[in-house]
């Protein structure tokens, strides 16, 4: 299993940045890919960012150039870096977890941390 847990969402004005971290409870390169996904009001959660063991980084197209996705291996904890924030970002953020254990693919999530971008 892994428990996920995260911090950092808040409050910020657009063009502000802020940064979320996510803490698991394992070492993070037994786990295939970590992510994050977010889920505005009235529409479906999305993939927002994703980095897999070896290294592959994948972004939604809105975030680009603006979002960075990173690890510390020795925190086993995964970052999401957020800059020049727009209303639009405004979500319920999710850390993600794809963990394999044989054939099996399980799915762990967070708790969820609210980031309002609002002026």
């Known amino acids: 299993q892994v428990h996920l847990v995260e911090s950092g969402g808040g409050l910020v004005q657009p063009g502000g940045s802020l940064r979320l971290s996510c803490a698991a409870s394992?070492?993070?390169?037994?786990?295939?890919?970590m992510g994050w996904y977010r889920q505005a009001p009235g529409k479906q959660r999305e993939l927002v960012a994703a980095i897999t063991t070896a290294g592959r980084i994948d972004y939604v197209d809105s975030v680009k150039g603006r979002f960075t996705i990173s690890r510390d291996t020795a925190k086993n904890t995964v970052y999401l870096q957020m800059n020049s924030l727009k209303p639009e970002d405004t979500a319920v953020y999710y850390c993600?977890?794809?963990?394999?254990?044989?054939?099996?693919?399980?799915?762990?999530w967070g708790q969820g941390t609210q980031v309002t971008v609002s002026s």
């Open positions: 993600h977890a794809d963990y394999r254990a044989g054939w099996a693919k399980e799915d762990y």
């Open positions: 394992r070492n993070i390169f037994t786990i295939y890919a």
